[in-house]
């Protein structure tokens, strides 16, 4: 089992930039892809980016591509999530995960360990 805890949410304006962190604990960091998946009221949660486990491979979803940027640092079992030119349909609880697989996993019945999530709000 993995503990995942986000931060860096917060309140920015349309074209504004936040850098969302998630620090995990538990099983070994570097084995696993990690993900980032976003919750707006009323909606399902959808997927947002992900990262395989060396870092090497990663994968967005279009309405973020270009925009947003995952990362992460085996060194501090730490994935991060870089949102660029944020709108306000980016408004959202964003939540870290953690899948059993190595390689992006898209689909969220491949992450077996979800963070609390931290919330984003883009004004207009």
């Known amino acids: 089992q993995v503990q995942l805890v986000e931060s860096g949410g917060g309140l920015v304006q349309a074209g504004g930039s936040l850098r969302l962190a998630c620090a995990a604990s538990?099983?070994?960091?570097?084995?696993?892809?990690m993900g980032w998946f976003r919750q707006a009221p009323g909606k399902e949660r959808e997927f947002v980016a992900s990262?395989?486990?060396?870092?090497?491979?990663?994968d967005y979803a279009a309405s973020v591509k270009g925009r947003f940027t995952i990362s992460r640092d085996n060194a501090k079992n730490s994935v991060y999530l870089q949102m660029n030119t944020l709108k306000p349909e980016d408004t959202a609880v964003y939540y870290c995960?953690?899948?059993?697989?190595?390689?992006?996993?898209?689909?969220?019945?491949?992450?077996?360990?979800w963070g609390q999530g931290t919330q984003v709000t883009v004004s207009s």
């Open positions: 995960a953690a899948s059993r697989m190595p390689t992006p996993q898209s689909i969220a019945r491949m992450y077996n360990d």
């Open positions: 538990g099983r070994t960091f570097s084995t696993y892809a």
């Open positions: 990262i395989s486990w060396t870092g090497g491979s990663t």
